[in-house]
């Protein structure tokens, strides 16, 4: 069995799914280094610079987090992009049993995947925090 956790701060840890099945195997995707974790990690180049010091000024307001959501900065979007970016991301995320959605800005690229798999025919169980990750893989482990 194949997880891949898509959290872009690096949100995990092997505490955040214990018990997994004996062969089951856990890839991050993630925009920086997971302290601690021993999961094979996909590091995603993800906006720096003068587009990370916008979004670190707009954030400081309702109207500015408002705005960002609606622009080609926000995380959500910022990430998606990035996964598709990355070859090795994307073959990890195409042969996944399940995807995680770790955080909120992974919730997008998660759906955006999950959808792309059901076009092709292929059903990928994707689900949002660890609690509902530990379910699925208990059902996909019967």
């Not at 995990?12 to 018990?19: K, Q």
């Not at 991050?28 to 610079?49: F, K, M, R, V, Y």
């Not at 609606?70 to 195409?94: E, K, M, N, Q, Y």
């Amino acid at each position: 069995m194949h997880i891949v956790v898509l959290a872009p701060s690096a949100g995990f840890d092997e505490g955040s799914l214990p018990g997994l099945p004996d062969g089951a195997r856990v890839t991050l995707i993630a925009g920086e280094q997971s302290a601690g974790s021993q999961a094979e990690t996909i590091l995603l180049p993800l906006h720096g610079g003068l587009a990370a010091r916008l979004q670190s000024l707009a954030s400081r307001s309702m109207p500015g987090r408002i705005l960002i959501r609606l622009t080609p900065l926000d995380g959500g979007a910022t990430f998606w992009r990035a996964t598709r970016s990355v070859p090795s991301a994307r073959a990890a995320i195409r042969t996944a049993d399940v995807l995680v959605a770790a955080e909120r800005d992974a919730a997008y690229a998660a759906w955006r995947w999950a959808r792309a798999a059901r076009q092709a025919g292929r059903d990928l169980p994707t689900v949002y925090g660890y609690p509902a990750a530990r379910a699925a893989v208990e059902r996909l482990a019967r």
